[in-house]
């Protein structure tokens, strides 16, 4: 079976400008959580999603959007980018239902830099 | 608020035993979560935790005591590949099942 995927997987961007990324999650899972990774912090919680809805959102400014498709992908946009948005972004799926240990599958990231 | 303290680092030899420590701060506790990350590569889940005591899982067990909101992963017979940051989450209680990450602690281990 394909893990989580994300696409794509660098992207340079100059500040100002916006970006989109996107991520499929595993197969039969029904949430997704994305995380912003700075270099040498761990993963920092932006969103999560479940059966479309949005389930919770961290401290993030509303530059930052996601939505959750009908076949359970989901995107992320930023807007106005900001030379601190530059880190790995991070697409977590799982079943959503909160059982088996709060488990979460990451994908390989997009490494996003803002210039 | 919700947070998480670890070492930053920690060097150890190969097949020496190293413990990575964990305290944290919730007000409610669904599980404390242990994940490895390697340079570039994506966080890959590792234990849980939800009731005190010791969990096992080959040569890497983690330990929970919920009085006293600390736990501990325990990685044993210490391989090159075990070089890797270490992080501990709990649950968000502001979002589902979503993690609250520590900042990591970064194991290098050498021969």
């Known amino acids: 079976d394909a893990g989580v995927t994300q696409s794509p997987t660098h992207l340079i961007k100059t500040r100002g400008q916006h970006v989109t990324l996107r991520c499929s999650p595993i197969?039969?899972?029904?949430?997704v959580s994305w995380y912003q990774q700075v270099l040498g912090q761990g993963p920092q919680f932006i969103f999560q999603?479940?059966?479309?809805?949005?389930?919770g959102r961290g401290n993030f400014p509303d530059r930052f959007s996601a939505r959750q498709f009908p076949n359970y992908s989901s995107e992320l946009n930023v807007n106005a980018l900001l030379l601190g948005d530059s880190a790995l972004y991070l697409c977590?799926?799982?079943?959503?239902?909160?059982?088996?240990?709060?488990?979460?599958?990451f994908g390989p990231g997009t490494r996003l830099t803002v210039t | 608020g919700q947070s998480l303290e670890q070492p930053s680092e920690v060097t150890a030899v190969e097949g020496a035993i190293v413990q990575i420590n964990c305290t944290y701060q919730?007000?409610?506790?669904?599980?404390l979560s242990w994940y490895q990350q390697h340079d570039g590569g994506a966080p890959t889940f590792l234990s849980y935790n939800a009731l005190d005591g010791l969990e096992e899982t080959g040569r890497f067990s983690s330990f929970l005591s919920r009085s006293d909101s600390y736990g501990y992963l325990l990685l044993q017979e210490l391989q090159m590949k075990d070089s890797a940051s270490y992080f501990c989450a709990v649950r968000d209680e502001q979002a589902g099942t979503a993690l609250i990450f520590g900042k990591g602690t970064t194991l290098s281990v050498s021969s």
């Open positions: 999603y479940y059966e479309k809805e949005e389930r």
């Open positions: 977590a799926s799982s079943t959503g239902t909160g059982l088996a240990g709060n488990e979460q599958y």
């Open positions: 197969s039969g899972h029904k949430s």
């Open positions: 919730t007000s409610g506790f669904y599980g």
